[in-house]
T-cell receptor
Framework: LAKTTQPISMDSYEGQEVNITCSHNNIATNDYITWYQQFPSQGPRFIIQGYKTKVTNEVASLFIPADRKSSTLSLPRVSLSDTAVYYCLVAASGTYKYIFGTGTRLKVLA | DTGVSQDPRHKITKRGQNVTFRCDPISEHNRLYWYRQTLGQGPEFLTYFQNEAQLEKSRLLSDRFSAERPKGSFSTLEIQRTEQGDSAMYLC?????????????FGPGTRLTVL
């Protein structure tokens, strides 16, 4: 089963770009990489998903190198409201047992 | 609001009692998932339904846990003879057939406290 590893926590200041890297050495060929955001007492919320290279949407970018053994979520110009836990998710190969990583607690400071 | 809903939002029970939680997925979603999340940890997968069929169960789902989705719409998760270790947030998610399994939409969760 694909397992993910992320930094436990990160601090940033408002207006900065934040990059959070996730390691997934055992990712399977057909697996997608997805990132979720979670605020306290709420369910996770989908941010972005990708398979390879770069994906960008209105809130974030996702960079995936050719070997796909890691990925980097990039949040441009963070604000205080981006303070949350960010999870990297890789679909478990051949099953529906989705494994969330340990999560990265991002704290944005004024 | 047409998102995933869960009921109740909070449940406090005594050890040994049975509890049941309900999840109403987004109406056109035929895939439904249950997760458990404890403080400071990421969500842990419990089980997965496609329509009314339960296709996957985690080892975390002991004999005291049972989940159903009788008509392929709402789902229930029952915990029998609750233990203090069952205290957690129970999250339900749904997704649409044809999309990536990773595009899951989560409900607000049911927070269970076992005294």
């Amino acid at each position: 089963l694909a397992k993910t590893t992320q930094p436990i926590s990160m601090d940033s200041y408002e207006g900065q770009e934040v990059n959070i890297t996730c390691s997934h050495n055992n990712i399977a060929t057909n697996d997608y990489i997805t990132w979720y955001q979670q605020f306290p007492s709420q369910g996770p919320r989908f941010i972005i998903q990708g398979y390879k290279t770069k994906v960008t949407n209105e809130v974030a970018s996702l960079f995936i190198p050719a070997d796909r053994k890691s990925s980097t979520l990039s949040l441009p110009r963070v604000s205080l409201s981006d303070t949350a836990v960010y999870y990297c998710l890789v679909a478990a190969s051949g099953t529906y047992k989705y494994i969330f990583g340990t999560g990265t607690r991002l704290k944005v400071l004024a | 609001d047409t998102g995933v809903s869960q009921d109740p939002r909070h449940k406090i029970t005594k050890r040994g009692q049975n509890v049941t939680f309900r999840c109403d997925p987004i109406s056109e979603h035929n895939r439904l998932y249950w997760y458990r999340q404890t403080l400071g940890q990421g969500p842990e997968f419990l089980t997965y339904f496609q329509n009314e069929a339960q296709l996957e169960k985690s080892r975390l789902l002991s004999d005291r846990f049972s989940a159903e989705r009788p008509k392929g719409s709402f789902s229930t998760l029952e915990i029998q003879r609750t233990e203090q270790g069952d205290s957690a947030m129970y999250l339900c998610a749904s997704s649409q057939a044809g999309g990536s399994h990773n595009e899951q939409f989560f409900g607000p969760g049911t927070r269970l406290t076992v005294l």
